[in-house]
C-alpha cells in the first residue's frame, strides 16, 4: 500500500485570488476563512481573494495567508477520499508550521497567530538589515558553497538538484551572482523578496518568536514531521519550539527532506496550497514518485479522484 506524505507550500506562492474557489465552492473553506478572519481580528480572506498584490506580499500578510489557503485545502482533502490516510508531512520554511499544525502539533489558532507573528518579526528584521537572496540555477552544492565561502554569503534554500538559494547582504549577493556565473551557473538571478531570509541577517527576529513560541502549546506531532533543519523528524515540543527558532537563520534543506522520505519509502506526496512549485521540485528530485496538488477545487477534485 501506498504510504503518503502531504507538502506545504512556503512564502513565495502567494497570488491574489488564491483560496476564493475554496471559500465559494465548500461551506467547510467558507467556515475556516471566517474563523480565521475572527482569530485575527482583520479580514484576511479579502486580502487572500482580492489583495491588492502589494497588501498580500507583505510578509506579515502572506505568510497567515498562504498558511490558511494551505490549511483549507487540507481539511476539505480530509473530506473527500474517506480512506485518506498521511503517515508524514513536511513544508517549505513558512509550511513547516502548517505542517506541524495538520500533524497535531498546534492548534489552527495558534498555528496562524504565530506564522502571523513571525511575519512581523521577519519583516522587521529586513527593515533593519540591506538584505537579498538569489536563485543559482545549473550549479551543484559543492560549488555553490565555494561561490558562499568566497563571497560571505549563505546557502538559504536547497531545493533540488540544480536549484539552489542563497542569501545575504544586497552587495555581496550581487558578487555571489557573478561568481556562480563564472563557476558555470547556467542562471544566477536576484528574488524579489524582502530581505535575506535563512541567513543570519534574520538573528534579531529568533528570540522574539522563541518568546511567542514559549507561550503556546506544542505537543508532539501524531504523524512525523520532517524539519527543514535536520531533514529528520521532529521529536517533542521543546525540540519543535528550538528547530522553528533555528530554522529563521538555517538553509531550508529540502531535497535532503524528500529523500528521507523516499527512503522510507514514501512514494506519494501531495502538495497543499497555492502553486505547484513543489511538485516541480519533486519531479527534479525523483521522478517515480507520485506527485498530487490541491490548490483549488479543481485541483481538489483531480486529487481526490486519484485515491
Same mark, same amino acid.
Given at each position: 500500500?501506498s504510504?503518503t506524505?502531504?507538502?506545504f507550500?512556503?512564502?513565495?506562492?502567494?497570488?491574489?485570488?488564491m483560496g476564493?474557489s475554496?471559500?465559494?465552492?465548500?461551506?467547510?473553506g &467558507?467556515g475556516?476563512?471566517?474563523?480565521?478572519?475572527?482569530?485575527?481580528?482583520?479580514?484576511?480572506?479579502?486580502?487572500?481573494f482580492?489583495?491588492?498584490e502589494?497588501?498580500?506580499?507583505?510578509?506579515e500578510?502572506?505568510?497567515? /495567508?498562504?498558511f490558511?489557503?494551505?490549511?483549507?485545502a487540507?481539511?476539505l482533502?480530509?473530506e &473527500?477520499?474517506?480512506?485518506l490516510?498521511?503517515?508524514?508531512?513536511?513544508g517549505l520554511?513558512l509550511?513547516?508550521?502548517t505542517?506541524?499544525?495538520?500533524?497535531?502539533?498546534?492548534?489552527?489558532?495558534?498555528g496562524?497567530r504565530?506564522?502571523?507573528?513571525?511575519?512581523?518579526?521577519?519583516?522587521?528584521?529586513?527593515?533593519?538589515?540591506?538584505?537579498?537572496?538569489a536563485?543559482?540555477?545549473?550549479l551543484?552544492e &559543492? /560549488?555553490?558553497?565555494?561561490?558562499?565561502k568566497e563571497?560571505?554569503?549563505?546557502?538559504?534554500n536547497?531545493?533540488?538538484?540544480?536549484?539552489i538559494?542563497i542569501s545575504?547582504?544586497?552587495?555581496?549577493?550581487?558578487?555571489?551572482?557573478?561568481a556562480?556565473?563564472?563557476?558555470?551557473?547556467?542562471?544566477?538571478?536576484?528574488?524579489?523578496?524582502?530581505g535575506?531570509?535563512?541567513?543570519?541577517?534574520?538573528?534579531?527576529?529568533?528570540?522574539p518568536?522563541?518568546?511567542?513560541l514559549?507561550?503556546?502549546?506544542?505537543r508532539?506531532?501524531?504523524?512525523q514531521?520532517?524539519?527543514n533543519?535536520?531533514?529528520?523528524?521532529?521529536?517533542?515540543?521543546?525540540?519543535?519550539?528550538?528547530?522553528?527558532?533555528?530554522?529563521m537563520?538555517?538553509p531550508?534543506?529540502?531535497?535532503?527532506?524528500?529523500?528521507?522520505?523516499?527512503a522510507?519509502?514514501f512514494?506519494?506526496?501531495?502538495?497543499?496550497?497555492?502553486g505547484?512549485?513543489?511538485?516541480?521540485?519533486?519531479k527534479?528530485i525523483?521522478?517515480?514518485?507520485?506527485?498530487?496538488?490541491?490548490?483549488?477545487?479543481g485541483?481538489?477534485?483531480l486529487t481526490?479522484?486519484?485515491?
Open positions: 500500500m504510504k506524505a502531504l507538502l507550500v512556503g512564502q513565495g506562492a502567494q497570488e491574489v485570488g476564493r475554496f471559500y465559494e465552492g465548500s461551506a467547510t &467558507k475556516w476563512f471566517e474563523r480565521a478572519n475572527k482569530c485575527l481580528g482583520y479580514d484576511l480572506a479579502q486580502i487572500c482580492q489583495g491588492p502589494p497588501e498580500l506580499t507583505k510578509t500578510n502572506a505568510q497567515p /495567508a498562504i490558511l489557503v494551505a490549511w483549507v487540507f481539511e482533502l480530509k &473527500k477520499p474517506p480512506t490516510r498521511f503517515d508524514a508531512a513536511a520554511s509550511g513547516e508550521f505542517a506541524l499544525t495538520a500533524a497535531g502539533a498546534l492548534s489552527f489558532e495558534d496562524l504565530v506564522v502571523r507573528q513571525r511575519g512581523r518579526l521577519m519583516q522587521a528584521a529586513c527593515d533593519r538589515t540591506q538584505g537579498a537572496m536563485a543559482v540555477i545549473g551543484d &559543492k /560549488a555553490t558553497r565555494e561561490v558562499c563571497t560571505g554569503v549563505e546557502l538559504a536547497l531545493n533540488c538538484p540544480g536549484q538559494v545575504g547582504a544586497t552587495e555581496k549577493i550581487t558578487q555571489a551572482c557573478d556562480a556565473k563564472a563557476k558555470g551557473a547556467r542562471k544566477a538571478v536576484p528574488l524579489q523578496v524582502a535575506a531570509y535563512h541567513s543570519k541577517l534574520m538573528a534579531s527576529a529568533q528570540e518568536l522563541a518568546d511567542v514559549s507561550k503556546m502549546d506544542v508532539s506531532p501524531k504523524v514531521v520532517v524539519s533543519v535536520t531533514a529528520q523528524p521532529h521529536g517533542g515540543p521543546e525540540q519543535i519550539r528550538k528547530l522553528l527558532v533555528d530554522q537563520v538555517s531550508v534543506r529540502w531535497e535532503a527532506s524528500i529523500r528521507y522520505l523516499l522510507q519509502g512514494t506519494r506526496f501531495i502538495e497543499l496550497g497555492p505547484t512549485t513543489l511538485s516541480g521540485f519533486m527534479r525523483d521522478k517515480t514518485a507520485q506527485i498530487l496538488n490541491v490548490a483549488d477545487m485541483s481538489l477534485e481526490a479522484k486519484a485515491f
